[in-house]
Every structure is written in structure tokens, then in C-alpha cells.
């Protein structure tokens, strides 16, 4: 899901400079935001729907996770089920996932430590450069201004470039999206993005494919004046698992509770996260 999103963004900001040092320059404030979002922890609930041919919906999911940090690296913990909390059981035994966890990386060694997150911010900055390549991957188009939630915003189209060269076959991706996106003119951030899929989209040799047509909602939203987090993000989606299943709907997951951690945190069976 982050790499269909990332993959579906094209921000830019400015009506005076170059679309494309304006490209670039939105990407470097978004690295930087990124950067900061990794203090905070938010409640993150999730709706999805499965729909059969004729569009009815045959099946509802949703669950509700705090995300937080968990000896530096994120950790979502589930905590409602189909919009209830859950049972005492189902409870305990996320907590001895949490425990077990927490256990485990509270012994590692300094080295231990530094490798594993090492390899977690090395995922983490392979998606940043697929963003990093936008600027080179897409024609922009400014259509005007709009004011959103009190803030001017550009709003602009953008079209996969004809001669695109990815650097590799995640970058290779965005060649099947295009886009319309509203950016904060104060701060080059991204306020909202409508993004499509333009032809079909294919996950590892045969894992999954997201047919044309699939669609991408994404909004953020400033928190505490220094950090811009994500707010609302809507998938509909045409899709095949394994070439076999066939999946056929959409998933809304909205992101709200932001808090700023001032401290390692810390895990108890009574409290969550102090």
C-alpha cells in the first residue's frame, strides 16, 4: 500500500518557478517531513469492502491499530476489530506479541540494534527513491488554486513522460499512473492527490496485478505546526492475486489521536504506550 502510494505522488508547488525545480524541491520537503513524522503515534483504522461483478458490496473488514515506535522501529498494534474493541483474549494475545517483541529487543546488543534498524531505514529510503524520481517521470500542468481546510493550494495535473528512463522496476511503476494533486504554496507539501492506474500493474512475476482503472485517494493534514501527517487515504481497486483471485473493491483508512513522542517509549500490559 505505501508503495502504491508513493508510486500514484506527484507534488509540486509554485506558480514563479520551473515545474521541475519545483518538483524537486516539493520532494526534498517531503523527505524532510518524513523524517519528522517518525515521532509521532496516531491511531490508524481501516475499512475495506470486497465487491462481486455487479458491484454489490459481499464483504466488510475493519480493524484499528495504534501505531508507535517500539525500540526505534514502528510497531501496529491491533486494537478493535469490526469497530469493537477487542475480547479479553484477543487483547492478552496482542499483548504477548508486544511483550515478546519488546523482550526480545531489549536484549540486543548495541550492534544487534543498529543493524536491524539499519535495515528497516534501508526499506524505508528504496520508497523515498522512487519519490526522488518523479521530477523526471511526469509532465505537469498547473490548472489553477484552490483553498483547502484554510490553505492555498496549486492545483496541478501530471501525465507519465514518453521518455522516462526508470532506474529500476519500482521506478518502472510510475510510468502506469497519472495524477491530480493540490500543494500547500506555503510549504510544498502535499494536501491531496487523485491518482489512477493508466494500465495494468504488475507485483513480482506473479504475485498480484492492479488492473486499469484502479483509483487512489490520498489527503494529509498539518499537526502541531511543524509536521504534515496523513489524514485520509481511499483505494478502489480491479485486482488479481496469484493470477487466480480475483479482487474487486476498495479500502478507506483514515489516521487520526497524533502524538509526539518525548521519550523512548515504552510497552505495558495495563497502559499501551507511556
Known sequence: MRTLLLLALAPLTGLAL????????????????WEQTKDY??????????????????????ETREVFLLYGEPYRRLIEKDGKPLSPAEALKEQRKID???????????????????????????????????????????LGEEVIAGRKTWVLDATPRAAYQPRNWKAGML?????????????????????????????????ARLAKGSKI???????????????????DFDARVALFKHL??????????????????????TTGVE
Open 41 to 62: 503515534t496516531y491511531l490508524s483504522r481501516s475499512v475495506s469492502n470486497e465487491r462481486d461483478s455487479a458491484g454489490k458490496t459481499t464483504k466488510t473488514e475493519q
Open 248 to 269: 474487486l473493491g476498495d479500502q478507506t483508512i483514515t489516521f487520526s489521536n497524533f502524538r509526539k513522542f518525548q521519550v523512548e517509549s515504552r510497552v505495558t500490559s
Open 217 to 235: 485517494f490520498f489527503e494529509q493534514t498539518r499537526v502541531n505546526d511543524e509536521v504534515w501527517m496523513p489524514a485520509r487515504i481511499r483505494f
Open 100 to 142: 515478546d517483541l519488546a523482550e526480545r529487543r531489549a536484549r540486543e546488543t548495541p550492534a544487534e540494534r543498529e543493524k536491524r534498524l539499519a535495515n528497516w531505514r534501508k526499506s524505508a529510503h528504496r520508497d523515498r527513491e522512487v519519490a526522488a524520481e518523479i521530477p523526471d517521470a511526469f509532465d505537469f500542468k498547473l
Open 175 to 207: 510510468k502506469k499512473f497519472k495524477g491530480r494533486m493540490w500543494i500547500d504554496q506555503t510549504e510544498y507539501q502535499w494536501t491531496r492527490l487523485e491518482g489512477e492506474v493508466i494500465d495494468t500493474v504488475s507485483f513480482g512475476l506473479v504475485l
Open 18 to 33: 520551473d515545474p521541475v525545480e519545483i518538483v524537486r524541491r516539493s520532494v526534498s520537503h517531503d523527505q524532510r517531513n
